[in-house]
């Protein structure tokens, strides 16, 4: 499958209304950047270089804070790493948690080499095995469960992860792309204290 998504224009997409209230938790490496790019604010929490940790954390917030809205995005390297969180998610079923994987079969960080989603027949030497990303979620009992590739899905995507019933799961198909960094601040303490008090109001 050739993918022909632009990951930060499908990140603006879903993050098109900054005056609400939506908690971002980002991957790190690309994604952090992509959710720069939409805007930084408050309600994101960048985890620059906390591998495998984006869907669990994501799992926490929704869990403490149920009447918020909770939205990780987060790369397939981070997701392969993080792989048992699915099942914990699925067990917990937070209805108010959407997970988006911008799967672009690299290990963007350490110099593109594929990853498991990569189809087993490329060309490359370090080809991937075709892992389904979906179709693990659905098979660790996340039941909505699917795989964005079109364009045109890209809206009712942007709509699910605001409003509909969860814990769901999303694998975005987007292309390889040499993209400029978007630079959130790197004090981990103050993402912290400014994701607090976004979060309780209080500092």
């Not at 952090?32 to 790019?37: E, G, R």
């Not at 079969?105 to 189809?119: L, S, V």
């Not at 909505?144 to 364009?151: G, K, P, R």
Request: with cysteine; proline share 6%; glycine share 12%.
């Amino acid at each position: 499958m050739t993918a022909t998504l632009h990951r930060r224009d499908v990140v603006k997409a879903l993050m098109k209304d900054p005056t609400d209230d939506l908690l971002v938790i980002a991957g790190l490496g690309q994604c952090t950047w992509d959710i720069t790019a939409a805007g930084d604010r408050p309600q994101n929490l960048p985890l620059w270089g906390g591998m495998g940790g984006a869907a669990m954390i994501g799992l926490g917030l929704a869990l403490a804070q149920p009447r918020k809205r909770v939205l990780v995005i987060t790369g397939d390297g981070d997701m392969l790493m993080g792989m048992g969180s699915l099942a914990t998610i699925a067990a917990q079923r937070p209805a108010n948690l959407a997970i988006v994987v911008l799967d672009n079969e690299k290990f963007g960080e350490t110099g593109n080499q594929a990853t498991h989603p990569e189809p087993a027949s490329a060309a490359a030497s370090d080809r991937g095995a075709g892992t389904d990303l979906a179709a693990v979620a659905h098979g660790c009992g996340i039941a909505d469960s699917a795989t964005v590739t079109a364009e045109s899905d890209v809206a009712q995507l942007a709509k699910d992860v605001r409003g509909k019933g969860g814990p769901i799961f999303r694998v975005v198909k987007v292309m390889v792309e040499a993209l400029p960094a978007a630079m959130p601040p790197k004090d981990g303490a103050y993402l912290k204290d400014r994701f607090r008090q976004a979060v309780l109001g209080t500092p």
